[in-house]
């Protein structure tokens, strides 16, 4: 059984809450729904690995760095959605396209990913999550992550 992530923009927790009522989360269509600007993050945890990420982005260390907060969930095997912290949405928006490629070689090292990644097959996702950071802080929103078993 795996974990299901999908991160998603949203201008307020409310209406990242009501997410936890759609079938299959952000990324899954849904015709009674606003569509939602997501983007599907399966095997990309947000409380320790995008924190390590947002770690190698910044040079902060992983221990200073606030964690996501969760903001709701549905029974034992979700899902749940988690608020990432203003601090990793800006390191996600600030990521410059020409240092991705050398963030994703540092962070498919870490242990988190049982050296089980490259990172040509991170980058894809590095360059949706951080296309989505900018939107959301152009926006003015906050990113959230919706996670289920």
Do not use: H, N
């Not at 540092?106 to 980058?123: K, P």
């Amino acid at each position: 059984m795996g974990v299901l992530f999908d991160y998603f923009r949203a201008p307020d927790t409310s209406t990242a809450a009501a997410v936890l009522e759609r079938v299959g989360g952000p990324t899954t269509p849904d015709p009674d729904a606003p569509v939602l600007d997501a983007v599907a993050g399966k095997g990309f945890e947000p409380e320790v690995m995008m924190v390590t990420l947002q770690s190698l982005l910044t040079g902060i260390p992983y221990e200073e760095l606030p964690d996501g907060e969760l903001l709701a969930m549905e029974g034992e095997d979700g899902p749940w959605i988690v608020q990432l912290s203003k601090e990793l949405r800006d390191a996600l928006a600030d990521a410059q396209p020409s240092r991705l490629s050398a963030v994703a070689e540092q962070w498919v090292r870490t242990e988190e990913f049982w050296d089980q990644a490259t990172a040509t097959g991170v980058l894809p996702f590095l360059d949706e999550v951080t296309a989505l950071a900018r939107r959301a802080r152009q926006a003015d929103e906050r990113l959230y992550c919706w996670m289920c078993l």
